[in-house]
């Protein structure tokens, strides 16, 4: 179960981050293991249209439990799940989306981070998501 002081925590961790490395600002989602908002914040100067991509990235990860760039593989032509991101209210093939686990390793949740580059988004992310496992 992910807790929504965790969850704050994970959220102030990408914001971190995000400034320490002097990245774009961002906005950042996190979801519960049933893909619903538990925190969520827009750092100032990050364009609105982020808002949805982060969320949708977020609701990616925990739908499918898998990073968004990973379920992503599967909605290019030809692939085995063409189409898929028209599902689920609109779904995000590209970095951003990471998935959240606990000390034990389960899947608890997953973070969403847009308004960077996809690589940035995703790096802040995974960043975030380890602080996750450093809480008790």
Do not use: W
């Amino acid at each position: 179960m992910l807790l929504l002081d965790h969850a704050v925590a994970v959220v102030a961790a990408a914001i971190q981050y995000t400034r320490e490395c002097g990245l774009p600002p961002v906005s950042v989602t996190i979801v519960d293991a049933a893909a619903y908002p538990l925190s969520f914040a827009r750092m100032d100067g990050c364009f609105l249209g982020a808002i949805d991509v982060a969320n949708r990235k977020a609701r990616t990860a925990a739908l499918f439990r898998a990073n968004s760039d990973e379920v992503g593989a599967n909605f290019r032509p030809g692939a085995p799940a063409f189409s898929l991101e028209n599902t689920n209210g609109g779904l995000v093939g590209f970095g951003g989306g990471v998935v959240l686990r606990d000390a034990n390793g389960h899947i608890v949740g997953a973070i969403g981070v847009s308004g960077a580059t996809m690589e940035q988004d995703q790096e802040i992310a995974e960043v975030a998501a380890r602080r996750l496992t450093t809480l008790a």
